[in-house]
């Protein structure tokens, strides 16, 4: 690699997709403000320079990180921003005309903020293949129930937004034209079942990676107690018992309002697990003591 | 057709009159069918010739856009509401008192703001904007446009696109089957193609929903009618199945969009009756588009969950919200109209100079040459890339010098015919008329 992209990759920031993105937002707010022929350009430019910033940062942490790579809690909660933003800028291409960033883009920068204040120190663990192996399998679990978590809370959002103007008998809002409420069930339903097996799975990967760990007599494996494991254990409860609920319900007639809000409150409930961790420390991440927001260092936030 | 639009003395007139001005009763004399419109434009060109006219004739309004010399005939207002009257076979004085006319650069702002339906019955409706196509088509297979019509119905077209994309005049909806299927049910179901549509009764609002519906993909269709044959009647009208009164309730639970439109005096389905039936629907949303008067539907079966039910109140409710939003949009589509407007009557002075541009540039070229010649002459040894490389400098230093006088040109187009720079130019470089 040339010097001349050496600096230049080094050069990009966190603040450099950031701003994108929050101008990318911007325009998005505006939608409700006034009408622009060149407003999903200039959105839809941003969001992609954003998203290309963020690939090249990830992209250049990746490269040059001596441990696993991004295996920080930063660099995993920038891996699910950029899997967010993605998202973001295929539904905006699919269907210009709905709002969709007005709540997702919020929440990426959410977490691009989140991961400034996270550790970016990457794992020490995982020095052998079996373990690297299961750690990138934990990780991606985590990765795939936060983001299914995040698509059901935006759809149940909306579920809700689209049912309180039909019960109010008023025409869509310019600017604000909701995806019609069938479709947002279905996506509620499958963002909550998906959520909770892959949290589910995420779980007892977490578990057998650490059993392997002790087995070996590791010094970083995580003692059964620690408070990772019943945060994590809580989570994966909740989302379980919500899709359950959620199943329970779908023949009923307030079964869609009850999926609805079951994803959003579990959207919360992610961000109080992620609080959790930051708050109190634990041991998981490696034989020092860290704060449990670490957790994201094996691959899981 | 005689080029008019070069003349420094070329005018628009228009005469007509719309839902406004004129009254119905009128109005249907008033108006031509596109044969009647077709036959009027030939008389036209007989009665005037060298002039340019399009005739715009819908149900709301009949116009007449003439463009020629204004000493000429055709270009006096009352010459052209006389033929009007004469083509319907009116008397011009039951037409004096309620055709308006307008000129000049007024003809181009309106005719701006009629094709983007500014001036529509209702506000921003799309269909004037074809209408105005079609008489432009009508005009010139009649043989009566010229460069000036041509350049405003083109530029007519250009300002209603600019108005539609740019602001919200056309946009919501404004009639009550359309917002019930855009604005509602299309909210609730995501495809109308796998739904089950009940129509209970048949009135002229409940068929236009269903077109509506089938636009928007519903195809299983069911018709009930108190009246076995008329249900059935119906069915083979609306391409539907027929069903009979008495399955109402096993209807109504296997439904998934209603729209009701009896002349019963009491409600068709009460509460009670629908508790019942939603039992049976194992929770599946439904709408129900409750278009009688007085209504076939208990309101308060709205307040059930996944109950979707709108009454032609809340309809005509959101349509008038959705006019409002239209009206709201007015000024932004109006400061387009008036940016077109400009726009327009800026190029169509300039094109008054382009004799005199030519001239100027004529004048120049042959000086230049004649130079060139003799400098050709005196330098005999030059090859044929020098003198190419000479020529192409007397032509960019031609260009760069008349390059000024023409922005002034343009500059000055802006605010009217620019005659003073024009006559000066005349003058100064000794042009003829």
């Keep these: 690699m040339n010097v001349i992209m050496t600096t230049f990759l080094s050069g990009i920031s966190v603040v450099c997709f950031a701003a994108s993105y929050a101008v990318a937002l911007g325009c998005e707010a505006s939608r409700l403000l006034f009408r622009s022929g060149v407003r999903s350009m200039v959105m839809v430019g941003f969001a992609s320079a954003g998203l290309l910033a963020h690939t090249l940062y990830l992209g250049w942490r990746a490269a040059t990180e001596s441990a696993v790579p991004l295996s920080s809690p930063a660099d995993l909660y920038l891996l699910l921003a950029w899997l967010l933003a993605a998202g973001y800028l295929w539904l905006t291409l699919a269907n210009p005309r709905t709002p969709v960033g007005l709540f997702l883009l919020p929440i990426v920068l959410g977490l691009v903020g989140v991961a400034t204040f996270a550790p970016d120190v990457p794992s020490p663990l995982l020095q052998d293949s079996t373990s690297r192996a299961w750690g990138w399998f934990h990780a991606a679990l985590h990765l795939v129930w936060t983001v299914a978590v995040v698509l059901g809370a935006v759809a149940g959002a909306m579920w809700l937004i689209q049912a309180g103007r039909l019960a109010r008998k008023r025409p869509p809002t310019r600017g604000f034209r909701m995806p019609s409420l069938e479709r947002l069930a279905l996506v509620m339903h499958r963002t909550l079942a998906i959520a909770a097996w892959a949290a589910a799975a995420a779980f007892v990967s977490g578990i057998i990676l650490n059993a392997i760990q002790y087995r070996r007599g590791a010094a970083e494996s995580v003692p059964w107690t620690d408070l990772v494991i019943v945060r994590m254990g809580i989570m994966v409860i909740w989302l379980i018992a919500a899709d359950a609920v959620a199943l329970a319900m779908r023949r009923r007639p307030r079964g869609d309002r009850v999926t609805a809000w079951l994803a959003v409150v579990s959207l919360l409930v992610m961000v109080g697990w992620i609080a959790w961790g930051f708050a109190i420390p634990s041991r998981h991440g490696g034989g020092v003591m860290v704060r449990p927001a670490e957790a994201l260092a094996e691959g899981g936030p | 057709m005689t080029t008019t639009a070069a003349s420094t003395t070329t005018t628009l007139m228009l005469v007509g009159g719309s839902h406004r001005t004129v009254p119905l009763e009128l109005r249907e004399r008033l108006a031509f069918s596109s044969e009647q419109a077709a ?352 020529r192409q400098a007397f032509e960019r230093y031609a260009a760069k010098l008349l390059h000024p006088p023409l922005v002034s040109l343009r500059s000055e187009s802006r605010s009217g015919p620019p005659h003073g720079l024009v006559d000066a130019l005349k003058r100064l470089f000794q042009l003829g008329e």
Excluded at chain 2, 169 to 189: K, L, M, N, Q
Excluded at chain 2, 366 to 382: I, S, V
Aim: charge should be negative; include cysteine.
């Design chain 2, 39 to 390: 036959l009027a434009l030939g008389q036209f060109r007989d009665r005037f010739p060298g002039c340019e006219a399009v005739l715009l004739s819908t149900c709301n309004r009949v116009e007449l856009y003439a463009a020629g010399e204004p000493e000429s005939a055709a270009l006096e207002a009352a010459s052209l509401v006389t033929f009007l009257a004469d083509c319907r076979g009116l008397e011009t004085t039951r037409l004096e008192p309620v055709i308006s006319r307008v000129q000049d650069e007024a003809v181009v702002r309106h005719l701006f703001g009629v094709a983007a339906g500014l001036d529509s019955m209702v506000l921003g409706e799309p269909q004037i904007l074809g209408q105005v196509k079609q008489a432009w088509t009508l005009a010139r297979e009649a043989g009566t446009v010229g460069p000036l019509t041509a350049g405003m119905f083109q530029a007519a077209l250009r300002a209603a696109k600019r108005v539609t994309t740019e602001t919200g005049v056309g946009r919501e909806r404004t009639s009550i089957p359309s917002v019930a299927v855009a604005d509602f049910a299309a909210a609730v179901f995501e495809t109308f193609a796998d739904k089950r549509v009940l129509l209970i009764g048949a009135g002229k609002m409940a068929t236009e929903t269903l077109r509506y519906l089938r636009e928007a993909g519903a195809r299983d269709v069911t018709v009930l009618n108190r009246t076995a044959s008329r249900a059935v009647e119906l069915a083979a009208r609306l391409a539907a199945r027929p069903a009979a009164f008495a399955d109402l309730a096993s209807e109504l639970a296997a439904a998934d969009l209603v729209v009701s439109t009896t002349g019963a005096d009491e409600p068709v389905v009460s509460l009670a009756a629908f508790r019942e039936i939603a039992s049976r629907r194992q929770g599946r949303p439904l709408v129900v588009l409750d278009l009688a008067v007085p209504r076939d539907f208990d309101p308060r079966i709205g307040d059930l969950p996944n109950v979707w039910l709108y009454s032609v109140d809340d309809l005509a409710a959101a349509c008038d919200a959705n006019r409002k939003s239209r009206q709201r949009e007015m000024p932004a589509a109006l400061a387009i109209i008036e940016e077109e407007t400009l726009r327009f009557m800026a190029d169509m002075h300039h094109r008054t100079t382009a004799p005199v541009i030519e001239q100027l540039k004529a004048g120049w070229s042959e000086t230049g040459e004649a130079e060139l010649e003799r400098l050709f002459r005196r330098l005999p040894d030059l090859g044929e890339t020098e003198q190419a490389e000479i």
